[in-house]
């Protein structure tokens, strides 16, 4: 009787790392429903963050609500203008870039987890291994019902919003980078 050959254990990498970043106070200083390119700042320290998260072997990216669209203050390409001046600004090129233009909630505006859903299955990545950084308890919302870590940043909407139940607060995305880096 022949003895069947075994077979090597299946071999599938494991999925990507990644961190969900808000736009609006976290990369880039607020402005009630920024249309224009003009208006785009970046918060200090914001493109080292991502870069260094980036040189580690992370994704990046942007999960952003932008009910100004359905509300009619600008265009999806106002939008997409802004994003431009952003990453210029930032230097970097986003893994992906996922937005939201619903008023009301939907399975895609955050605190619901739709964007980030489709993130995953796009991108490869293994949310319990990555984490969710924003300025809202929408974000930190979130981040928690896909099983990310979460980080409130204090810059944008932050500060008022401490109570939140994030599992760390700091700073600001360069501050938020050092966190995630040192786990």
């Not at 969900?20 to 493109?47: H, K, N």
């Not at 090129?93 to 964007?115: E, H, I, L, N, S």
């Not at 924003?134 to 099983?147: E, F, L, Y």
Request: hydrophobic share 40%; net charge negative; glycine share 10%.
């Amino acid at each position: 009787m022949a003895v069947p050959k075994s077979q090597p254990p299946s071999e599938h990498p494991p999925l990507a790392r990644a961190v969900f970043w808000d736009r609006d106070g976290t990369l880039m200083e607020e402005v009630d429903y920024c249309g224009s390119p003009d208006l785009v700042q970046i918060i200090a320290g914001a493109g080292q963050a991502l870069a260094r998260i980036a040189k580690e072997g992370w994704k990046n990216v942007l999960i952003t609500n932008q009910s100004g669209i359905g509300r009619g203050y600008f265009s999806e390409q106002d939008y997409q203008a802004v994003n431009a001046r952003l990453f210029e600004l930032l230097g970097i090129t986003m893994d992906g870039v996922y937005f939201c233009p619903d008023v009301q909630p939907t399975p895609r505006r955050k605190p619901a987890p739709g964007m980030v859903h489709e993130a995953c299955r796009d991108l490869g990545i293994d949310p319990t291994r990555s984490w969710f950084v924003g300025d809202k308890p929408a974000d930190i919302h979130c981040g928690k019902t896909v099983g990310c870590r979460t980080i409130l940043v204090k810059t944008g909407y932050g500060s008022a919003h401490l109570d939140c139940g994030a599992d760390h607060i700091v700073e600001s995305a360069a501050t938020a980078a050092d966190l995630i880096l040192s786990f």
